[in-house]
């Protein structure tokens, strides 16, 4: 039961922090103070109490878009396990479920773009259902791999599962597929080098572009949204990369934070020393990250 | 006593056929152009489809097998009628497409407006209909080949009403070569079966070696008459033009059901061997690979709104067998749980496929009525005046991509646990095959995304491009109306899959008998109850954010104004990003097999005058391989032309030297 609260809590409340984190890490590699840690909270609240401005050209859609949005990733976090423990929703087969809400939210999200009729958000649609094509087999690779190791076919036994062995007994594997979800990681929450999160209106854009037309409430949503997003996937990585387990209740949860604030930092830093890439480079390092993910599949089933 | 004959499930299904032949006959003495033939063939049809769905259903609940041999004696034998939950699954949805399409005939191909044409469609679409659900009663090759010879047929009459455009005469001419040459397979094939039993009645099931090399020419053969018929890559030639030109209710009625068949014949055709080997498993789930992941990328490039449709058919058929692959797999390696997992996918999807197409193909054919165009790029901002219609071709574009909480997800889901669970418990060979599928399937899923938001974005969202939306209206409620029966179809079962468990157990029993597991085995394996409780997370969540949206909106102040423009002042629709340019990356990384073709325009002077840019992705296979290929032969075989001269007389004589000969050679 505490675990289950200490979950909700965390998916609720963290979010937000890792932006401030990045932030702050990005800050810090400029030489500058940086906005606080809690920015991005201040930011969600004061956008909550603005009005709104909705271009006569957009229908229901166009309001629907960040609901739903929003939603199916808040769906997605119950299926998610943090630290040590499982999710509050587990079931054979739920990492197709998993992966499917992510891609109802980018229908929605994509949609909504659209329904303004502006050139530069079909612009960023057009990007983001590109890209996203080519991160979902890098993300079932990454899956079948988990399977075969764990023999199971719920995220929360694949995730939780002691990962600590097969790091020691099939390292290689687990490296590629480490590289491969790094890139994805990325890719996905429209961080450098494939999508600047600060700028809106520089042709190469791609998440940011597509929420141009949103205010108020809506837009609150949709960081919201896109932060939890890049918690939820960050939590998955993590389970991967540092899979650091106590058995000791308060002390995994304690490792999982600190684990994540670690990659927060570790994005703030790939974020300061990378340029972002060209736009037709983008499609070349997912497909590299694809065959990562596929080379550490046929280490596992061979 | 009387009664409880009349009543039985079969009479009822063989009523309803009936009703659907004859449902266009009437018309036929009418008086043309006054619609009263055109009521009389849905009411029938109407009447024909609740007969025979009742009937199916009791076969599904009672889990019955029967099979009827007439007493009248056909060249080959007896014809042969059966009925079984597998049959009965296929019923189910063909009349439930058929009755949706023949409802929306009302509206969309009146006879008020089309006098010389509606008799002609509303004739052969019974027709169809009642050849289609024929074709599943059948338990004898003769039988099924008269079946899958009216259904060709009728369904060549019914696609070819606008017989005055070009273009609608040579998909027919391409539907009628490739159907007759699936024709031709199936009759090699059903040769091949006889020599092997040594009857043209279908052989008891799960009675033949699967071993031999003519059970394997049989499963060739197969592959190429049923895949041809399905749509399977690279089969599919005559699918898209052949689905654009129908109008669009027959179009539902082709996609939806018709090419299903293909499908059908293939499951039948397995529940006649023992312990497949394995290659048929890997060789079905490699067909379905390419399918799916071809015929979505051929679709990405589309402008026609309804040959985009077409492809993504392909794409499903391709899921499909995916499914049947996997079920095959399983059997093969002895995994009962997989063989369970990936028949269950497979005949859900076949249903779910059915519904959304359907649903699909008749907003596309609202979009068409009301605009008068095809063309995606001419289209745009049709949310505004045909709202329902949006939604529903919203619901129905979110259900094909398989998103939860809608009914595609649930049979993808049921393929991908049958992947998952034959890639984690497997130790063969098959897992590589396996373990490509998923990320292929997901690939496609991603690729249908994109490719339905395209089309969603372009043809409903943002400002109209050309003048041909600006005066669309909202088509009669004959038209709405059965898209929103198929939503609600879709709906429910992306709600509550787990109702359906009990259908499904029947006809998975005919394909693989023995390994009968309840429906709570089922449901244990594939546990759909979570979907329903994640379905009613999410529409809780939704609702919760909705609430909160409209609160901080009310206290809010909001403001109407245009689209952020930055600071261009005269920007036109034209601007817009287009279907072409949305699919223009996609389409490039993939060029190496789409082959699109650019026309650009070249730059000479420095100020160089107006300009055209067009990009068109034709049928790689049909116009680089198989035209040409054919071409050629053409070219090398003029001399046997002499042979072919057009003379009744002199090929009545063909037939009796052959005959002499044939007698000549018995002696």
């Not at chain 2, 058919?313 to 899921?319: A, L, M, P």
């Amino acid at each position: 039961m505490t675990d289950l609260l200490i979950h909700l809590v965390l998916i609720i409340c963290m979010p937000p922090l890792m932006l401030g984190i990045i932030g702050k890490t990005k800050a810090a590699f400029a030489g500058r103070v940086g906005a606080p840690y809690l920015q991005p909270y201040f930011d969600l609240f004061k956008l909550l109490r603005k009005g709104s401005v909705f271009s006569s050209t957009t229908t229901w859609i166009f309001r629907a878009g960040p609901i739903i949005t929003l939603a199916a990733t808040i769906t997605a976090a119950l299926l998610i396990p943090l630290g040590n423990h499982p999710s509050p929703i587990s079931f054979a087969g739920d990492m197709i479920l998993f992966a499917y809400l992510f891609g109802l939210a980018r229908f929605f999200t994509m949609a909504a773009a659209l329904d303004t009729g502006s050139s530069f958000e079909g612009m960023g649609a057009a990007r983001e259902a590109t890209f996203s094509c080519l991160v979902e087999p890098t993300l079932f690779f990454a899956l079948i791999v988990l399977c075969r190791i764990s023999g199971s076919l719920s995220l929360s036994t694949m995730l939780t599962h002691s990962l600590v062995n097969i790091w020691f007994s099939a390292g290689a594997s687990l490296v590629l597929l480490v590289a491969g979800l790094f890139i994805i990681l990325l890719a996905e929450n429209c961080r450098i080098p494939f999508d600047d999160p600060n700028t809106h209106l520089e042709l190469t854009m791609i998440h940011e572009v597509m929420v141009l037309d949103h205010s108020g409430p809506a837009f609150g949503y949709i960081l919201y949204g896109a932060a939890m997003k890049l918690f939820i996937l960050g939590a998955f990585f993590i389970h991967i990369a540092l899979p650091f387990k106590t058995g000791d209740h308060l002390l995994d949860w304690g490792i999982f934070i600190i684990s994540m604030v670690a990659l927060a930092i570790t994005i703030g830093i790939v974020e300061s020393i990378m340029a972002r890439l060209r736009l037709v480079r983008i499609p070349q390092l997912l497909v590299a990250a694809s065959i990562l993910t596929a080379f550490s599949m046929l280490l596992i089933l061979r | 006593m009387a009664a409880q004959v009349m009543l039985t499930p079969v009479t009822l299904i063989i009523l309803g056929i009936f009703l659907a032949a004859c449902s266009g006959v009437p018309g036929l003495f009418l008086q043309r152009g006054t619609g009263q033939g055109q009521k009389i063939a849905t009411f029938s049809l109407l009447a024909g489809a609740l007969s025979a769905s009742i009937g199916a259903i009791q076969v599904i609940r009672t889990n019955l097998t029967e099979i009827y041999t007439s007493g009248w004696r056909l060249p080959f034998g007896a014809g042969e009628l059966g009925v079984d939950p597998l049959s009965a699954l296929f019923l189910l949805v063909i009349f439930l497409v058929a009755t949706c399409a023949a409802v929306y005939a009302l509206g969309y191909w009146p006879a008020a407006k089309n006098p010389c044409t509606e008799r002609r469609l509303s004739l052969f679409f019974g027709l169809l209909t009642a050849s289609l659900a024929l074709l599943v009663l059948a338990r004898d090759a003769i039988t099924f080949l008269m079946a899958w010879e009216v259904m060709a047929i009728s369904c060549y009459f019914a696609m070819t009403v606008e017989s005055q455009r070009t273009e609608v005469r040579d998909a027919g001419t391409l539907y009628m070569v490739a159907t007759h040459t699936a024709t031709l397979a199936l009759f090699a094939m059903f040769a091949l079966l006889q020599a092997q039993t040594g009857s043209f009645s279908f052989p008891t099931a799960h009675s033949l070696n699967s071993q031999t090399s003519v059970a394997a020419a049989i499963f060739i053969t197969a592959c190429i008459g049923f895949g041809l018929k399905g749509g399977l890559m690279p089969l599919h030639i005559w699918l898209p033009s052949a689905h654009a030109s129908a109008p669009s209710h027959v179009s539902a009625l082709m996609s939806g059901v018709l090419i299903k068949t293909g499908i059908y014949g293939m499951i039948r055709l397995l529940t006649f061997f023992q312990l497949p080997p394995l290659w048929w498993g890997i060789f079905l789930l490699i067909a379905g690979c390419i399918s799916a992941v071809m015929g979505v990328a051929f679709a990405l490039g589309q402008h026609d709104l309804k040959r985009l449709l077409a492809y993504h058919s392909i794409e499903n058929v391709g899921i499909i067998t995916i499914g049947l692959g996997v079920a095959l797999i399983g059997q093969a390696t002895g995994n009962i749980p997989v063989t369970i997992l990936g028949i269950a996918g497979s005949l859900l999807h076949v249903v779910n496929h059915a519904l959304f197409k359907s649903l699909l193909f008749l907003g596309a054919g609202s979009v068409i009525h009301a605009t008068g165009t095809r063309e995606i790029d001419s289209l745009g901002g049709l949310a505004r005046s045909m709202p329902y219609t949006a939604f529903y071709f919203l619901l129905g574009a979110a259900a094909i991509c398989g998103l939860p909480p809608l009914n595609g997800f649930v049979s993808e889901y049921l393929i991908y646990l049958g992947l998952f669970g034959g890639i984690t418990g497997g130790t063969g060979a098959d897992i590589f095959f396996l373990a490509l599928a998923a990320p292929a399937l997901a690939l496609v899923g991603g690729l249908a995304v994109a490719c339905f938001i395209k089309v969603y974005g372009a043809t409903f969202l943002g400002h109209p491009k050309t003048k041909s939306p600006l005066a669309a209206a909202e088509g009669a409620w004959q038209m709405l109306a059965p898209m929103g029966v198929l939503t609600v179809f879709c709906i429910g079962i992306g709600l509550v899959p787990q109702l359906l468990a009990d259908f499904l157990l029947a006809p998975i029993a005919v394909f693989a008998p023995g390994q009968v597991i309840g429906s709570r085995g089922f449901l244990t394996l594939a546990p759909l109850a979570w979907i329903s409780v994640l379905a009613a997370v999410l529409i809780a969540l939704t609702v919760l954010l909705t609430g909160l949206f409209l609160l901080r909106c009310r206290n809010m102040p909001s403001h109407q104004s245009v689209t952020w423009d930055c600071g261009y002042l005269q920007t036109t629709s034209r601007i817009q990003y287009t279907a072409s340019s949305f699919a223009e990356m996609l389409v490039k990384l993939l060029s190496g097999v789409l082959r699109p073709r650019y026309q650009q325009p070249q730059l000479k002077a420095i100020f160089s005058g107006p300009a055209s840019f067009a990009s068109h992705l034709p049928e790689a296979l049909l116009d680089l391989v198989i035209a040409p290929f054919f071409r050629s032969i053409d070219e090398r075989f003029s001399l046997l032309r002499r042979v072919q001269h057009g003379q009744l007389h002199l090929y009545i004589f063909y037939v009796f030297a052959t005959l002499v000969a044939l007698l000549v050679w018995s002696i």
